[in-house]
């Protein structure tokens, strides 16, 4: 059964900072990744999505990498400011159309 | 925008009640999909379609039914709802591009409360 662990659960950073958040999954067999954002009380926006057969994608201050064959992946934000404080999920996408999440990083960025 | 709309957004019930929610598209994608969140359990699949009557289970099925009846709609029962189904439920489609890249998009949600 695949699972999504992200490590920190929280973090509190002064502005200016960058960040790395991180995701791991157990099974490799995956179709892609994608991360959200989600604002408190609102839905999940989604920020990156990676193929299976990419390993980053880049979207502004935002860039996220994908390491297969470890179960890995990173959410990199340059430059850290207020507004990006937010809870940042991944999940990932098995073959039979499921995606599954971890229960998210929930990231302060103080000014 | 995906065009997402989830009805209602908010909704209070009592235990035994039936609850229907309502996801509708616009764009006529195929997949759509039902979340619950909850804290510290983060998203957690119900259902999912596939296209029109087409729908399997996700992770945590029990008490809850769906229906898609044409593209654009896809309804999450709840036939008698328990307190333990007091949650905020997700809609979400899956966008498939040109090559297939599957990104899925939520909707804005429905917080339920089952006192």
């Known amino acids: 059964k695949q699972e999504v662990t992200q490590i920190p659960a929280a973090l509190s950073v002064p502005e200016g900072e960058n960040l790395v958040l991180n995701c791991s999954f157990t099974d490799s067999a995956i179709y892609n990744l994608q991360w959200f954002r989600q604002d408190p009380g609102k839905g999940l926006t989604s920020l990156l999505l990676i193929q299976s057969s990419q390993r980053e994608q880049t979207s502004g201050r935002l860039n996220a990498s994908l390491d297969k064959s470890s179960g890995r992946s990173t959410l990199y934000i340059a430059a850290s400011q207020p507004g990006d404080s937010a809870t940042y999920l991944c999940?990932?996408?098995?073959?039979?159309?499921?995606?599954?999440f971890g229960t998210g990083t929930r990231l302060q960025v103080f000014p | 925008d995906a065009g997402i709309t989830q009805s209602p957004r908010h909704k209070v019930t009592e235990t035994g009640t039936p609850v229907t929610l309502r996801c509708h598209q616009t764009e006529n994608h195929r997949y759509m999909y039902w979340y619950r969140q909850d804290p510290g359990h983060g998203l957690r699949l119900i259902h999912y379609s596939y296209g029109v009557k087409d729908t399997d289970k996700g992770e945590v099925s029990d008490g809850y039914s769906v229906s898609r009846s044409k593209t654009e709609d896809f309804l999450l029962t709840l036939e008698s709802a328990t307190s333990s189904q007091t949650s905020v439920y997700f809609c979400a489609i899956s966008v498939l591009g040109g090559r297939d890249t599957g990104e899925l998009f939520f909707g804005e949600g429905s917080r339920l409360t089952v006192l």
């Open positions: 999940a990932v996408r098995d073959n039979t159309d499921k995606l599954i």
